[in-house]
């Protein structure tokens, strides 16, 4: 018996259960007031859109999705509260339906601005490219890009993520590129590089001033490993290859054992667990950790405790249409990349791990770079960035095209000739090795550079690649008649389509439309289409099909005698789009043939002038990227279009005088240079 303040006695199991009921009486109470943080700042949703004030959109957008995921977190830890004081399943569900639904609303209103925010024409961060890239690639694999799980707890934003990425490949290419802001993370974390004696170069991890990690998240790691371990129960094959990895990361320095006294101020456990890649050529079992795990709702994520850092990436479609106006390419991966760079001993205990071995939860430690820190793709390129920047001037064209052609750990070069494929291979092992950056998996359409045990077809950045065709195929997926088609499989599926050269963005633009007629039913994510949407749906989809496109538009032209990019756009009430045709003058002959192009579904309610000024906008941005990436572009304008425009509308938007401004910007700056 336990004697309480008031004098009256209760057991322990009664002390238990207030205090348990206290808790649940705290979080519902968080619950109201995040709910009414969320009404705060989206019950000016339909003015913002109105007034098209993107900036705050995105502001409010980005705060939203917090609230959102803290909301989830709560609602998880008041569940299990629940069931601890044996509350019935049914009435546990009741609870927490009735709690979603009353912020629901809310949500939808959420997702509005969101749409909002992707119908206008912006460039998306490269990590959530990367997540969904990953995430699909990340996301694609994000996306990859696609994403953490952790932080797709909710359905809804779940979906938001599909979205984004579906979008960010549409701006490819017609983005205005904006200078990044964050020198200062670049100029700390490079004064920081050191470089021990065998080479390898070790970093600080970019933290944000100020940031803590007050707690370690070891209990939820132990919780999370106890999961993993039930599901290599049943899979010995699974359990066998995942203990593998471990060992073979002991056995080559990349984790350690972590010390009884931590060695810096941060610590910092990951839960992880084994993802399968069907269609890997070599690891077939990823050791997948959660770095964006928090160990309580209000508490920091080891994630949320680092700079992203300057996008250092080149562009993903810069690199394309090089591949695509080049004879012969020749490509390589540099192995386990992240792990080649070191982390600093003060910074090692913010990524630890506990694995279970020999019956015991070992706690483990890296000492070398994560994949999966929101930092690791900076750390990789600012690294690599810095190693370039030491060789010497006989390597210069080989650092030039490195620079200029790596895409995270991906490498490419392009020549007219053989040999100079030959040099670019012996220089860049020589260069990147000398830095314990090991290259393996080259690949070529020339086949005496081709590697033996790499498969055809084969990958560029995503694309289906057949060498000995030497072409290029954009995949479509199939939807099955048994799928039920609802707002979630149609953006899944649209977002399943990887094209980032927009080589079939005209027969996109119509599954576009039918999404969007599907948004204006206001039917919810899981919900059935009506039956005209439906057969509209099924009668597009049975229409596509896989599309081959010679990788080089300059392969069947011998002795090219020059190059001519035209550009074309257009516009009408479905899409406004844009194109780019390479003429390519040989001594045989004139060859044509589409480079890239890009289209958007239209705006509602817009004429046909305004938005052929979007599609004149899309074209020029298009070109003016153009002409960076194939540096020599002949390039002639006609601005009567433009002239008509006026005519016909003489009182233009806010938006379409910024786009005609622009453009005209575009031209007048392209004159100044000729």
Known sequence: MVETTDGSERTMAEVEASKTNEDISRMENSIKKEISKLKYYLEPADELIESKDYEEMAIVAQRTATICETLTDIILNAVELKIELNMTPRGVRQWRNDVKSSYSTLLEEREKIIEALRERDQEIKQYEEMKAIEAEKRQQERVERQQDEARARQEEIDELADYERLYSLDVLGIEDRKENDQDEVLLEFTENITRKADGRYEVNIPWIEGSKLRETNLEQSRRRLRNVEKRLSRDAELSKGYEEIVEEQLDTGIVEFAPEEPTGKRIFYMPHKPVIRQGATTTKIRMVFDASAKPKPLESSVNECMHTGPPLLPHLWDIMIRTRMCTNILLADIQKAFHQIGIKEEDRDAFRFLFNINGKDEHLRFTRVPFGAEASPFILGATLQHHYNQQPPCYEETVQSLRDNTYVDNLMTVSEDIEGLERFKVEATCILEDAKFPLHKWESNVEELDGEDTPNPSKILGHGWDKREDTLEVTVPEFPQSKPVTKKTVLSHLGSIYDPMGILSPTLATGKHIYREICEEKASWNEEVSPELKQKW?????????????????????????????????????????????????????????????????????????????????????????????????????????????????????????????????????????
């Open 538 to 674: 099924f009668r597009w989809t049975g229409q596509l099909r896989n599309v081959k496109v010679p990788r080089s538009i300059l392969k069947e032209c011998r002795r090219t005698k020059g190059i001519h990019i035209h550009q074309f756009a257009d516009a009408s009430n479905l899409a406004c789009s844009t194109a780019t045709i390479a003429l390519v003058e040989g001594k045989t002959g004139v060859i044509r043939g589409l480079l890239c192009s890009k289209s958007r579904i239209s705006k509602r309610n817009l004429s046909i002038a305004r938005l052929e000024l979007v599609s004149g906008h899309m074209a020029a941005n298009m070109v003016k990227n153009l002409e960076t990436v194939l540096m020599d572009v002949e390039r002639h304008d006609n601005l009567e279009a433009e002239d008509e425009r006026e005519t016909r509308d003489q009182r233009p938007t806010r938006d379409a005088a910024k786009r005609a401004k622009e453009l005209v910007k575009i031209i007048a700056m392209d004159e100044e240079d000729n």
